[in-house]
């Protein structure tokens, strides 16, 4: 064997033990996009027992660490250097799988996971690349809140910020109730009281979009304002998400209830009701007036204090006929 053939073998030896420890390059590495206020897990896909060790590792800095299921760190339990976290990291202490809530900007960067298993004496490598993105300039956690007002009796629509993936999982809230949920299985959809936590309150005037998650409120009401959550979970073979967005929804009133309005259609019947009424009695009295004034009247005449009925409007033949009978009674 000369020497060109044995650096051969030495080179080929180098690489296995560099790919047994470090797996190979582009294979074992996972990329990631997340924004700020996610949680994250990242997922060993492993189940561990006693003997086996998993660190992780953030930027070659040990941030979790667990041996089995009796020794376990987190943060700066592990390394003073980790203290950015604040107790934002779990491990599981089945599978390993480390779990970062409300991440943040500063938290982008390339997560390594180690296992050894003194049991099958095997070492395996898995990196993570993530990468957090901003939500919005501002540090005001309001300002990730979406507002809403809409009129009393109109729909509102509040949309996910993000593009539903056919697995994702999308439940709604308010005010921290159940009203909503939709799983990765189409047929499973559930709106109102037909949730666990349903609110009947509701009365069947939620529309869930199984393509967008978007939630339909139709005819408001003043009781429907409030704090809507919205919480998507999506799951990989390798990491898994969970993102919430706020909606703070505020109805304003649409002027006068149902019962109000029918409340006033009915005092402006009776009113109607009762100027017909007072217009009647008016017309019968005035039309009575005429009927009396048109009567013959009986005045004093002068020839014997007899009575002689005269028209008002001196009709001739009335007056002849009077005389008449006045020539008749003197005979």
């Not at 939500?135 to 990730?144: L, T």
């Not at 003043?222 to 967005?245: P, V």
């Amino acid at each position: 064997m000369d020497f060109r053939e044995s650096g051969e073998i030495m080179l080929g030896f180098s690489l296995t033990l560099y790919f047994l420890f470090h797996g190979v390059s582009g294979v074992d590495e996972e990329y990631l996009s997340v924004k700020e206020g996610d949680s994250v897990t990242l997922h060993t896909g492993v189940e561990i027992n006693q003997k086996d060790t998993i660190r992780w590792f953030l930027k070659n800095t040990r941030i979790a660490q667990i041996i089995g299921n009796i020794s376990i760190c987190t943060d700066v339990q592990c390394n003073k250097d980790t203290e950015t976290f604040r107790g934002r990291l779990k491990l599981d202490n089945k599978t390993g799988s480390l779990t970062i809530t409300n991440i943040r900007n500063t938290d982008s960067g390339l997560y390594e996971l180690q296992i050894t298993s003194r049991i099958s004496n095997t070492h395996s490598h898995k990196t993570f690349n993530v990468i957090v993105s901003a939500v919005c300039a501002s540090d005001d956690p309001a300002a990730e809140h979406e507002m809403k007002m809409v009129k009393g009796g109109e729909s509102v629509t509040l949309y996910p910020g993000v593009v539903k993936n056919p697995n994702d999982v999308i439940t709604w809230y308010f005010n921290e109730i159940l009203i909503a949920e939709i799983t990765g299985d189409q047929s499973q959809i559930c709106t109102d009281d037909q949730c666990i936590d349903g609110d009947e309150g509701f009365r069947d005037r939620l529309k869930l979009d199984h393509q967008t998650g978007s939630l339909t409120i139709t005819n408001t009401r003043t009781t429907d304002t409030g704090l809507y959550k919205l919480q998507i979970n999506s799951s990989r073979i390798s990491f898994s998400i969970r993102r919430i967005e706020n909606f703070t929804v505020t109805v304003s009133g649409s002027g006068l209830s149902s019962g109000a309005v029918a409340g006033i259609c009915v005092v402006v019947l009776v009113v109607v009701a009762a100027a017909a009424a007072a217009a009647g009695m008016i017309y019968y009295r005035k039309h009575q007036a005429m009927s009396c004034s048109e009567k013959p009247q009986l005045s004093n005449q002068s020839n014997g204090g007899l009575y002689s009925s005269v028209s008002q409007n001196g009709d001739p033949a009335i007056v002849t006929s009077q005389r008449i009978m006045t020539g008749i009674i003197k005979d």
